[in-house]
């Protein structure tokens, strides 16, 4: 049985995809029974650089994750054959273009699509669902870097919810030790795993595998 394919997609940029792809593979490893890898189709190659830091910091063989790289139509024979012998394959996917992210999120079984706060990403999101819902593949949403403004990102969740897009109810906060441990080659899980970051990072990818299996 092939494993899944979940694609992070996201048309608006500064979404926080590559970190959020990052931190799903290495949180999915308590949790598959097999393992993980990553591919990465954005030309920009944020996810090859962190995986090239991990590498440095833990060694080649040490990373616990198998990465590939492949663009436009590729993407999508990549993904599937990394799929043959891994649990999970994470696709971190390009902004502002349906050229490359098409073939990812067509390979997709689930596309998981990170949001910020503010109204500007929310109607960025209505292009990611209908790119998705073009290819019949599921998607929803993740609120990420979420403000201690409770006010706004209540307003943010009241207009998702009216805007029928579902949505995972674990958040993830604005917390700088995302962005310090992915400079690191790591992952919260592990440079603080005690922490709220990291805490919050349990939370989301708990609901998110039963959310996978339950769609399955």
């Known amino acids: 049985m092939a494993g899944h394919i979940l694609t992070v997609a996201q048309q608006k940029g500064g979404s926080g995809k590559t970190t959020l792809a990052a931190h799903l593979a290495i949180a999915l490893m308590s949790k ?11 030309p920009q190659g944020s996810l090859g650089t962190w995986f090239e830091t991990r590498e440095e910091v833990l060694g080649e063989d040490k990373t616990g994750l198998a990465f590939r790289t492949a663009s436009g139509w590729g993407a999508r024979r990549e993904a599937r054959n990394l799929a043959r012998d891994h649990a999970f394959v994470i696709i971190d996917t390009p902004p502002k273009t ?3 992210a098409k073939p990812a999120i067509d390979a997709a079984d689930h596309v998981i699509v990170p949001i910020q706060p503010t109204p500007v990403d929310l109607w960025a999101t209505e292009q ?6 073009r290819e019949d593949t599921p998607a929803i949403l993740v609120l990420n870097r979420v403000p201690p403004r409770a006010s706004l990102t209540q307003e943010m969740a009241d207009a ?9 109810s674990a958040r993830l906060g604005n917390r700088t030790s995302f962005a310090a441990s992915m400079g690191k080659g ?15 990072m349990q939370a989301l990818i708990d609901e998110l595998v039963k959310h996978v299996n339950g769609s399955t």
């Open 186 to 200: 790591r992952t919260v899980m592990e440079t603080d795993p005690s922490g709220k970051a990291s805490k919050e």
């Open 160 to 168: 998702m919810n009216a805007s029928g897009y579902p949505a995972l």
């Open 128 to 133: 990611t669902f209908q790119l998705a819902a």
């Open 32 to 42: 598959a029974d097999g393992p993980i890898a990553i591919l990465d189709v954005d």
């Open 98 to 100: 349906d050229t490359d």
